[in-house]
């Protein structure tokens, strides 16, 4: 094992990997953190994590690393998009249910970022040498709906990180769940790392990375509830990991189910995935450090669902 102890340099994880690792490649360097092979502080970071100058890198021996298939390079593709605001820094995209949002195994084309690169170009993204993720400073998954904001240069992306970092962006998600919850509101604060068993899955552990969610209950039906969601971290499937947890998995979700057992009624008919939706997103300006939000309704397929629903409200 190899370790560096940062002290100052600052920056992209793959970048500073590079500085640190002159005879890898970059794109082995890239193969290993996908891999899971560098751990920072312990913890296993994306490419583009954002490091500060004081973190510890660990790295296994590159030649664990399994042979990676090439990814197709990144061609502008005509896909329509819901802009919601744009500017010369940023722009705020309301993505629609099963768009993909970067490349990846099995999905080298259609992606948001194919949209992003024909909507912008190739140099109006941050990072734009980026092969898999320019521009985005987060995602949400393909079958979640909604908002996500978007860098168009390199400064932009580096301060949004910050306040996805620090937790000050604002994320608000609507989502149904099965079962009743009683509760008219709560919070969930259970720690969330990589499922040992099933890499397509996250799990509550007490040795994962903390994080945090507030619910809201907004209305009550026979066998779900429709719920208000507030995002204090943002740990990969935080939402449907932690309302799994509480025993109330998201209608529709293909892996987190744990205790929905035998369906009854409308709620057999979900196949296209989890009912989330990003409503609400709210952070500072990049650039002028105006505080910006903005919102946007639950798309037709989740209200036709809702309408299926008798509400159980007094």
């Keep these: 094992m190899t370790q560096f102890k940062l002290e100052g340099q600052s920056g992209r994880l793959d970048k500073i990997l590079v500085e640190l690792m002159p005879d890898e490649s970059r794109s082995t360097i890239q193969k290993m953190i ?39 390079a990144l061609v502008a593709e005509n896909i329509p998009l819901d802009i919601v605001y744009e500017d010369e ?40 040498d980026d092969s898999v993720r320019p521009g985005l400073v987060h995602r949400i998954d393909k079958d979640t709906s909604g908002l996500l904001v978007v860098a168009k240069n390199n400064a932009a992306h580096q301060l949004l990180s910050e306040q996805l970092e620090n937790h000050s962006m604002g994320r608000t998600y ?101 009912l989330l939706h990003a409503r609400l997103i709210q952070f500072r300006h990049p650039i002028t450090d105006k505080l910006l939000q903005f919102e946007v309704p639950l798309p037709e397929y989740f209200n036709d669902v809702l309408k299926t629903l008798t509400s159980i409200e007094q």
């Design 89 to 128: 820094d940023v722009i705020v995209i309301n993505k629609s249910v099963g768009m993909v949002v970067h490349p990846s195994k099995g999905h080298y084309s259609g992606t948001l970022v194919h949209a992003l690169l024909y909507h912008l170009g190739h140099q109006n993204l941050a990072f734009p």
């Design 174 to 274: 609507v989502a149904l769940v099965h079962g009743t919850i009683k509760e008219p509101e709560g919070s969930i604060e259970v720690p969330i790392r990589r499922d040992q068993h099933n890499r397509l899955r996250w799990a509550a552990h007490s040795e994962g990375k903390y994080a945090l969610t507030y619910f809201k209950v907004l209305e009550r039906f026979t066998d779900s509830t429709l719920v208000e969601l507030q995002l204090a971290t943002g740990r990969t499937h935080q939402i449907r990991v932690h309302m799994e947890y509480i025993g109330h998995p998201l209608v529709g979700d293909p892996v987190y189910r744990v205790g929905v057992g035998q369906l009854k009624g409308p709620l057999t008919r979900m196949s296209q995935g989890q």
């Design 34 to 72: 996908k891999q899971g092979l560098v751990l920072v502080n312990k913890h296993i970071e994306k490419a583009n994590y954002q490091l500060v100058g004081n973190e510890i890198i660990e790295i296994n021996n590159v030649n664990q690393a399994e042979p990676m298939q090439e990814t197709p």
